[in-house]
């Protein structure tokens, strides 16, 4: 990746994620990042392949975050509520605005762009990988009791986060973040998904 | 209300929750009201005029539902899952597009027009109330086990309703709505938020 295409996906980040991606053009963004009017398709092939590396770099974004605390020492339930009060800090520094870029894409994007849709189910799944090693870890280690099924608690605790920060941002309050973790490690660390719920 | 009015609410309606607020002119509306072009400020004041009477409208269509589950028979555990699966059963003959117009207004809107923001906020806030007329219902009866709040477990069970469609549609699959339901409905029936989580 060249310097300007970086330089354009970072500041193209930034305003898509404000704007979302239709609201957003593309001479916006070579003005923010600084270059040339009109050199846009030298970079990208298209707004599209921009959109979908955009998604990339989102991505990567969100697992630096996870990793590190994958990464860190401690028992992992710790571990992963500052993962969850890092994401919180982020969202509040921002004045509570913004919120998951991946989110706010899916819904803007995925009934009109299945090139995007894939890509961010992709990433979703990726994202769940991530709690899932935390869950994993914590359940190896005693600190869970009885998950059942990690695969699905992890892609509810993802899908109930993306809500959650939905809310905070109509809200502008960190306060459904607070109270997403609180149910959700309420639920964790003393119960477990029946069969017969099922 | 007018007639007009009303037919330029329910088209916007459809165009909206497919393609957003921005992404939809005045003018795509007027052509599917078949209203004439250029008519539109003699219905409504502005567009912002129009969009807040269109969060009433969506918020109208979600309480039909609500409510109709809240005044029917029979246990009210039963009632609220059944209200879940008509939603979902909506979602999914839409072909698990759209998802809520409510959430989707909200991610677009909240950072950006503020009297949209408090607008989404206070619906979001009577679903809350709808909910919570559910939980207390099954309480009152015995159905759940000692839920303390029911306030903050309704806002829970709100968020994560929209994280989960917003999931379900960016998987093209009613899957992530079940999820919800199987982790809220086992929460609900057999745990309780305790004091020393908070």
């Given at each position: 990746m060249?310097?300007?295409?970086e330089a354009l996906l970072r500041h193209g980040a930034e305003i898509i994620h404000l704007k979302g991606f239709h609201h957003t053009g593309i001479n916006e963004i070579l003005h923010a990042a600084g270059v040339?009017?009109?050199?846009?398709?030298f970079h990208f092939k298209s707004k599209e392949d921009f959109g979908l590396k955009l998604i990339d770099f989102y991505a990567q974004q969100l697992h630096a975050v996870i990793d590190k605390h994958l990464e860190a020492e401690g028992p992992y339930m710790t571990r992963f509520r500052l993962m969850f009060e890092e994401f919180r800090d982020i969202?509040?520094?921002?004045?509570?605005?913004?919120?998951?870029p991946i989110g706010?894409?899916?819904l803007e994007m995925s009934d009109t762009h299945e090139a995007f849709r894939r890509r961010l189910e992709e990433v979703f799944r990726s994202l769940r990988r991530g709690i899932?090693?935390?869950l994993q870890g914590a359940r190896s280690r005693g600190e869970i009791t009885e998950?059942?099924?990690i695969e699905k608690t992890a892609d509810f605790i993802i899908n109930s986060w993306e809500g959650a920060l939905l809310r905070a941002k109509v809200q502008k309050s960190p306060e459904p973040?607070?109270?997403f973790f609180r149910f959700v490690s309420d639920w964790m660390t003393r119960h477990r998904l029946d069969d017969r719920t099922t």
């Open positions: 060249t310097q300007t295409q040339p009017k009109g050199s846009f398709y969202f509040t520094s921002q004045g509570c605005r913004l919120g998951c706010n894409l899916a899932q090693a935390f998950v059942h099924d973040l607070d109270l």
